[in-house]
């Protein structure tokens, strides 16, 4: 299984930045996946989770109304919408597949992506 994101770089505030996770040796139908992030210093932290059957969870209150996720079955890959984004989004933004139930928790991941920057300036 591999987890590979992209899309990431860096923008001004109030731009947009879409995000993608391709996965390969799984099925988006049979795996729950998630956008996490890790802000130097920080703890990594849930952001937002696309279950088996598509619904949505948002774990971080922060992003409502400017995040969204979303997946296309037929490439296999997951998308991260982010509009508006603001200089507090900076992170490291990871994508994470769990074969059981949307978490905010990292343990409950059984792969990971290596990440993509995103950097947001003032």
């Known amino acids: 299984v591999q987890v590979v994101e992209s899309g990431g770089g860096l923008v001004q505030a109030g731009e947009s930045l879409r995000l993608a996770c391709t996965a390969s040796g799984l099925t988006l139908q049979d795996y729950g996946m998630a956008w996490f992030r890790q802000a130097p210093g920080k703890e990594r932290e849930g952001v937002l989770c696309i279950d088996k059957s598509g619904g949505t969870i948002n774990y971080e209150d922060s992003v409502k109304g400017r995040f969204t996720i979303s997946r296309d079955t037929a490439k296999n890959t997951v998308y991260l919408q982010m509009n508006n984004l603001k200089p507090e989004d900076t992170a490291m933004y990871y994508c994470?597949?769990?074969?059981?139930?949307?978490?905010?928790?990292?343990?409950?991941?059984?792969?990971w992506g290596q990440g993509t920057q995103v950097t947001v300036s003032s």
């Open positions: 994470a597949a769990t074969y059981r139930y949307c978490s905010p928790s990292t343990r409950e991941y059984d792969y």
